[in-house]
């Protein structure tokens, strides 16, 4: 973060009278999709355009995309060491790091991301000191919820022993090797290679992000369900956030909010939503809608995932995982 000083003088009293101040905050805000992604164009572009707007210009926010700044999987401790002063960030990237957090990996639970991003937020800012101590919490960002899309028709569990996987996420890793599958662990800027070189044979995307990440013509077969999220979450460096002024540290607690958060999800969960009618409509991709009884299967395959949390977390597993539910049910977003 840089700290810019107010002009003085003569130069300070034109400002004032023209009604605008001086850039007093430059943050670099650094992600890992490419810059015409929804999470930047409906998302990111349009919070900062609102922080920038409530503070009279006195912050400034620099976005660096792509992995301009660091790996994908690095940008939780390029937020804790300052490397960028705001960083979005995907936990699941770093499986066992987040145990109470990877809550939201299991599959099953939420229904749409909207609601989700506002009660993860509910559920999970009271927690966030507890794991994730040396940053700041600011926001929850889950996708549409997303499900297997793959060369080979997937049906049932049974479908995947056998295949090479990209998982979204530690959780979804550890569901692929349950079901006798092999994890390709690479994270989503580097998916596409991985399915077009061979070595995956599937991957756990959101529907649009096929299309984003250019998959679309080497994943023909899609199960139409809506089957797990990922969900990143906007971080600030402590130090950064401590050095701001009094006043600029209240106008960024503005925007770290669950509404915030409901709000930074909506357009980038229209957009992905959108793939699926997409697919639909082209003719050249295959949907597969599972039974009630291959629903249940899915369910009963994904059940031990729950049990090894509960294992992971230890004593308050239980209260913590309530509390998710009812976040979930006041957002009308529980699957």
């Known amino acids: 973060m840089k700290i810019r000083t107010l002009m003085a003088g003569a130069m300070a009293g034109a400002l004032a009278a023209g009604g605008a101040f001086a850039q007093e905050v430059t ?9 015409t992604h929804p999470i930047q164009t409906m998302g990111i ?6 922080l920038t707007e409530a503070s009279g210009g006195r912050i ?12 994908a999987p690095d940008h939780y401790d390029m937020a804790r060491d300052g490397i960028a002063d705001i960083t979005y960030t995907n936990p699941g990237y770093q499986a066992g790091r987040f145990p109470i957090y990877s809550l939201i990996e299991i599959p099953f639970q939420t229904k749409n991301a909207t609601g989700g991003a506002q009660a993860l937020h509910e559920w ?10 040396d940053v700041k919490f600011c ?3 889950p996708h ?25 996420h530690a959780t979804m890793s550890r569901f692929v090797s349950l079901l006798g599958g092999g994890p390709v662990q690479v994270p989503a800027p580097e998916a596409r290679e991985a399915i077009a070189n061979g070595t995956a044979d599937a991957i756990t995307f959101p529907w649009n992000s096929i299309y984003i990440f250019g998959i679309d013509s080497a994943t023909k077969n899609h199960l139409d369900m809506p089957f797990y999220i990922s969900a990143q979450l906007l971080l600030i460096n402590k130090d950064t956030y401590n050095g701001m002024p009094e006043d600029l ?4 607690d503005d925007h770290c909010t669950p509404e915030w958060s409901r709000r930074f999800s909506e357009g980038w969960a229209a957009n992905e939503a959108g793939g699926r009618q997409k697919m639909i409509d082209s003719g050249e991709h295959t949907l597969y809608a599972p039974t009630d009884e291959e629903v249940q299967m899915w369910r009963d395959a994904a059940a031990p995932l729950l049990d090894q949390w509960r294992a992971d977390v230890g004593a308050d597993a239980q209260a913590i995982y309530d509390s998710y539910m009812e976040a979930l049910d006041r957002n009308d977003a529980r699957f």
């Open 60 to 71: 400034g926010v620099t976005i660096f995309p792509a992995q301009q700044l660091g790996a």
């Open 27 to 35: 943050l670099r805000l650094s992600h890992w999709v490419p810059p």
């Open 139 to 141: 926001l929850a960002n």
């Open 45 to 50: 572009e349009p919070w900062v355009q609102s």
């Open 144 to 168: 549409d919820p997303g499900t297997f899309h793959s060369k080979n028709p997937i049906k049932v569990p049974a479908d995947i022993s056998g295949l090479n996987v990209r998982p979204a």
């Open 249 to 252: 540290r209240a106008i960024l």
């Open 124 to 133: 999970y800012a009271p927690l966030a000191e507890t794991e994730m101590a």
